[in-house]
């Protein structure tokens, strides 16, 4: 099992901010993989949905 770190907190709050995960790799200069992956494995340590897709945007 995976534990939570920071940087993923860091991340949903920047997608949050932004509402894409596109925009928020850009400004945490990462993939956007990595910042879907490192959300997935927040959910899934955390066993809740934390962001609802909504088209191209994350709300």
Same mark, same amino acid.
């Given at each position: 099992?995976?534990?939570?770190?920071?940087?993923?907190?860091?991340? /949903?709050?920047?997608?949050? =901010?932004?509402?894409?995960? #596109?925009?928020? &790799?850009?400004?945490?200069? +990462?993939?956007?993989?990595?910042?879907?992956?490192? /959300?997935?494995?927040?959910? =899934?340590?955390?066993?809740? #949905?934390?962001? &609802?897709?909504?088209?191209? +945007?994350?709300?």
């Amino acid at each position: 099992m995976h534990k939570t770190t920071l940087e993923q907190w860091a991340l /949903l709050e920047k997608v949050v =901010e932004l509402g894409s995960f #596109a925009r928020a &790799a850009e400004e945490t200069n +990462r993939s956007q993989s990595s910042v879907s992956y490192n /959300l997935a494995l927040l959910q =899934e340590r955390l066993g809740v #949905a934390l962001l &609802a897709p909504s088209g191209r +945007r994350a709300c």
